[in-house]
T-cell receptor, first 112, second 110 residues
Framework: QQQVKQSPQSLIVQKGGIPIINCAYE??????FPWYQQFPGKGPALLIA???DVSEKKEGRFTISFNKSAKQFSLHIMDSQPGDSATYFC???????????WGAGTKLIIKP | SQTIHQWPATLVQPVGSPLSLECTVE??????LYWYRQAAGRGLQLLFY??????ISSEVPQNLSASRPQDRQFILSSKKLLLSDSGFYLC?????????FGPGTRLTVT
């Protein structure tokens, strides 16, 4: 119940395409869902986060879609660029808990 | 603004040797602090977290330990390294639910 399942494990998209990374959870107590971006040899960086009271959040070319009834959330990258090639992690947490429950990660490659 | 430092950036140590990795945070007070390990091509494994000086919670029982001697300093230690301790060690500081990661230490145990 504490797991966050992330798919796909890897993804290759042509430049300009819209990669979509999906995450699913079981624990309905989760109420904060961030996405992190990690480049090789670097620490992950917070990209965008959403709470379950909204269905969508956009920051630049990155959009989180949230489906509370299905217990799923996804990351979309509009007009993807080769510089977006990285590993993306979704996560979830419960109010008053200082820990994040992490997905396994998706290695994204954007082909020029 | 807040900054998080980790050192060393890379480390090669023989099996059985001790380990000390240090992490410091600037620009914030009383942060939550975290140590993660990431195996090559894998996800993030939480090792320890701390909500205050001297307060350490361990998530993985193994030959690693952590200490927080000062508010913004977090140290990861081992008395005797194992081959399986190789990996990318990441320190993070947190405010509420957000976590911000340092540059990491690449540890190779030979």
């Amino acid at each position: 119940q504490q797991q966050v399942k992330q798919s796909p494990q890897s993804l290759i998209v042509q430049k300009g395409g819209i990669p979509i990374i999906n995450c699913a959870y079981e624990n309905t107590a989760f109420d904060y869902f961030p996405w992190y971006q990690q480049f090789p040899g670097k620490g992950p960086a917070l990209l965008i986060a959403i709470r379950p009271d909204v269905s969508e959040k956009k920051e630049g070319r990155f959009t989180i879609s949230f489906n509370k009834s299905a217990k799923q959330f996804s990351l979309h990258i509009m007009d993807s660029q080769p510089g977006d090639s990285a590993t993306y992690f979704c996560a979830a947490s419960i109010y008053s808990n200082y820990q994040l429950i992490w997905g396994a990660g998706t290695k994204l490659i954007i082909k020029p | 603004s807040q900054t998080i430092h980790q050192w060393p950036a890379t480390l090669v140590q023989p099996v059985g040797s001790p380990l000390s990795l240090e992490c410091t945070v600037e620009g914030t007070s009383n942060p939550n602090l975290y140590w993660y390990r990431q195996a090559a091509g894998r996800g993030l494994q939480l090792l320890f977290y701390s909500v205050g000086i001297g307060q350490i919670s361990s998530e993985v029982p193994q030959n690693l330990s952590a200490s927080r001697p000062q508010d913004r300093q977090f140290i990861l230690s081992s008395k005797k390294l194992l081959l399986s301790d190789s990996g990318f060690y990441l320190c993070a500081w947190g405010f509420w639910r957000e976590q911000y990661f340092g540059p990491g230490t690449r540890l190779t145990v030979t």
